[in-house]
């Protein structure tokens, strides 16, 4: 494997953790997105990611991953009595979002984490490559 391949693989992770990150962002932006039906109120997305093999032989690897498409929730939506929301249903009640914000803080430490090692792994091989440039002098 190549430093080059190196960048691509660390530069793909990096591109797959920050779609994880805007899609947390997303949910917890519309947390308190209400609906006066099921489907009417904001759904907990999450992204799907998939490994891309460029080549795989004996004397060469080359991976990355890719976002292959965005899960929509299928937990189910809490119901409340609310009667004097502008969209509670006939009977009075509105549909909360099925957005768990422990789950998203989670899942957005993770994120920013994995990222934050990518950028490492990403600085130490360009320090490997003007390692090698410098061996020539």
Do not use: C, W
């Not at 494997?1 to 899609?23: D, E, H």
């Not at 994995?114 to 950028?119: C, I, R």
């Amino acid at each position: 494997m190549s430093l080059l391949s190196a960048l691509k693989i660390s530069s793909s992770a990096m591109t797959a953790q920050m779609t994880r990150l805007n899609t947390t962002a997303s949910n917890l932006a519309n947390m308190d997105v209400v609906g006066s039906t099921p489907d009417g109120a904001y759904k907990a997305k999450r992204p799907i990611f998939k490994t891309v093999m460029e080549t795989y032989t004996t004397d060469n690897f080359e991976a990355s991953v890719k976002v292959n498409g965005i899960h929509v929730s299928d937990r189910p939506n809490a119901k409340s009595y609310d009667p004097s929301n502008p969209a509670a249903n006939d009977d009075g009640f509105v549909f909360m979002s099925n957005v768990n914000s422990i789950e998203e803080m989670v899942d957005m430490t993770n994120a920013s984490r994995s990222y934050q090692t990518q950028v490492e792994v990403m600085n130490a091989t360009k320090k490997m490559m003007m390692s090698t440039l410098q061996l020539g002098k």
